[in-house]
Nanobody
Framework: AVQVVESGGGLVQPGGSLNVSCVVSGDTIRGYWMSWVRQAPGTNLELVSRSPSNTGAAPNSNSGTGRFPMSRDNSKNTMYLHMNGLKPEDTAVYYC??????????????????WGQGTQVIVSS
């Protein structure tokens, strides 16, 4: 299994922006679906966005399927989640997940794939 490490979380005001990143080690991310999952206090895990495994994604191009754009830099084995227009309800721990197949809701519940330790995002004034 690959190792996943997130970073970039922090405190941001409502309406602000924050980019979180995820570095994968142990294999190249080209062959992996990359997903972001979050968990707000007292709630279940929620799939935020996912990006298909790709051998030629252009840097900074949006390959995500959710509300927040995702981009990957294959040369750095790094995945990014670009969060804009943040709301207080976006406050959560954000997890990056690497998987060989598209991450499903069941996979999220079972924590299938390789998960990072999470990075805390707090949206508050």
């Amino acid at each position: 299994a690959v190792q996943v490490v997130e970073s970039g979380g922090g405190l941001v005001q409502p309406g602000g922006s924050l980019n979180v990143s995820c570095v994968v080690s142990g294999d190249t991310i080209r062959g992996y679906w990359m997903s972001w999952v979050r968990q707000a206090p007292g709630t279940n895990l929620e799939l935020v966005s996912r990006s298909p495994s790709n051998t030629g994604a252009a840097p900074n191009s949006n390959s995500g399927t959710g509300r927040f754009p995702m981009s990957r830099d294959n040369s750095k084995n790094t995945m990014y989640l670009h969060m804009n227009g943040l709301k207080p309800e976006d406050t959560a721990v954000y997890y990056c997940v690497a998987s060989r197949l598209p991450l499903s809701a069941t996979d999220v519940v079972r924590r299938n794939g390789s998960w990072g330790q999470g990075t805390q995002v707090i949206v508050s004034s």
